[in-house]
């Protein structure tokens, strides 16, 4: 209860006035879908919490339920500023709730259930797997698939927008950019703007700027968008002190985060008149996007579309260069895979180990070749076994404990 109060009563992350959505809105904002999901997992410990009390499930959806309220109409009257009500929050938080106490019931229910039920759970459970893992690459491909394999090059054409919707203008001053083979001269400040006929895969952007912008949010150096749409298809922007590099993947149009690259630290130092040249320089295929920079500071980074690359679309609060990436990438899997092994030692089925691990294992291998998404790293399949292998060895030794004290009580 503490740390929901604090993420949503505490004055922190709140949004400027224009920004804040209308009130009790049940699809709110551009990454909606992202903000359901994580209210969900927000509300998944505090159903567990009380499941563990031996609360009944209706009895945990009623205090969610009341606890949202009171949450929401706190926010409906400006408490914390910066923050407003939404319908969707009540009935997202009130799922999770549920979730969580159905959790604990399930985790009670497989101590007791027999061979055959708990094969079906195994089964089904494999189904999930790979229903996630088919979904994070779809979602990670191309809005039109059929037109991103077109080889006939796109148009490159100057946009009707005079500024980026719904960003700021950057004070600094942009000599030049690039798409494809298209070059564009400018010698002033705020972002250029071009309109580009179809996506187009693979492709090569860049920007030259001077200065810095003093802003510390999101400001648009490039920015490159297909006809009638005011989003960007790819954009090139200063974030912080940072080069940021975004490409509009299907989750965009699903309400979830857009994985992206950065350079760190490229703007630290600068000032509004810096004079010296800044290039940023953008490559992007179906399955990889890479960003570097060149001139007054060097840098580069990259990141590849996998299929495991779903914990990144359902969360906008770490990135994947951040420190702690790596750490809820595992995490991410091991959520995936551990109850995998659990299962296929309870229910005492080698053909169904076999049947859900192939599964799994035939849908990566398929994914990329379908999708045009990068293969799992080593790594990500490293701990996805990993996963299943505990998860096995601590199912086994806790039904051994089972049983001796079964024998005990007899005794």
């Known amino acids: 209860m503490a740390l929901i109060i604090a993420a949503t009563l505490l004055p922190f992350g709140g949004m400027a006035a224009e920004q804040i959505p209308p009130a009790w809105c049940v699809r709110c904002g551009s990454l909606w879908l992202t903000d359901v999901i994580s209210n969900v997992a927000m509300f998944v410990p505090f159903g567990v919490a009380l499941g563990l009390r031996c609360w009944t499930v209706w009895r945990v959806a009623?205090?969610?339920?009341?606890?949202?309220?009171?949450?929401?109409?706190?926010?409906?009257?400006?408490?914390?500023?910066?923050?407003?009500?939404?319908?969707?929050?009540?009935?997202s938080n009130t799922v999770g709730g549920v979730l969580g106490a159905?959790?604990?019931?399930?985790?009670?229910?497989?101590?007791?259930?027999?061979?055959?039920?708990?094969?079906?759970?195994?089964?089904g459970w494999s189904a999930v797997v790979c229903a996630v893992v088919a979904w994070s690459g779809y979602m990670l491909t191309p809005v039109?698939?059929?037109?991103?394999m077109r080889t006939v090059s796109a148009s490159v054409t100057p946009s009707a927008f005079g500024h980026v919707p719904g960003h700021g203008w950057y004070e600094g001053t942009t000599d030049s950019a690039f798409v494809g083979t298209t070059r564009i001269k400018r010698g002033w400040s705020g972002p250029i703007i071009q309109q580009l006929a179809f996506e187009q895969f693979p492709m090569t952007a860049g920007v030259t700027v001077r200065g810095t912008d003093p802003l510390y949010g999101q400001i648009p150096l490039l920015f490159v968008h297909l006809p009638n749409d005011s989003s960007a298809w790819l954009q090139l922007a200063k974030h912080g002190n940072d080069?940021?590099?975004?490409?509009?993947?299907?989750?965009?149009?699903?309400?979830?985060?857009?994985?992206?690259?950065?350079v760190p630290q490229a703007f630290g130092g600068r000032t509004v008149d810096d004079a010296r040249p800044l290039v940023v320089t953008a490559d992007v295929t179906t399955s990889v996007m890479r960003l570097r920079t060149m001139g007054a500071y060097a840098g580069a980074d990259s990141?590849?579309?996998?299929?495991?690359?779903?914990?990144?679309?359902?969360?906008?609060?770490?990135?994947?260069d951040s420190p702690f990436a790596w750490g809820i990438s595992a995490c991410w899997l091991l959520a995936l895979t551990l109850p995998l092994g659990w299962l296929y030692a309870r229910c005492g089925s080698l053909w169904i180990a076999v049947a859900g691990s192939a599964?799994?294992?035939?849908?990566?291998?398929?994914?990329?070749?379908?999708?045009?998404?990068?293969?799992?790293?080593?790594?990500?399949?490293?701990?996805l076994a990993g996963g299943a292998a505990v998860g096995y060895v601590v199912s086994r030794s806790s039904a051994s404990t089972d049983?001796?004290?079964v024998r005990q009580l007899k005794t």
């Open 62 to 91: 009623v205090v969610s339920l009341l606890f949202t309220v009171g949450v929401e109409a706190l926010q409906s009257v400006g408490l914390p500023p910066g923050r407003s009500p939404a319908l969707a929050d009540v009935m």
């Open 144 to 148: 039109t698939r059929l037109e991103a």
């Open 359 to 383: 599964s799994v294992g035939g849908l990566l291998s398929l994914l990329p070749v379908a999708f045009g998404l990068a293969p799992a790293s080593n790594t990500d399949m490293l701990i």
């Open 403 to 405: 049983r001796a004290a």
């Open 303 to 320: 990141l590849a579309f996998t299929p495991l690359l779903g914990w990144v679309l359902i969360q906008p609060l770490v990135g994947t």
């Open 243 to 262: 080069v940021e590099l975004t490409v509009l993947r299907r989750a965009s149009r699903w309400g979830l985060t857009m994985p992206s690259v950065r």
């Open 102 to 123: 159905l959790l604990v019931f399930a985790w009670r229910w497989q101590r007791v259930a027999s061979r055959v039920q708990l094969r079906v759970v195994a089964l």
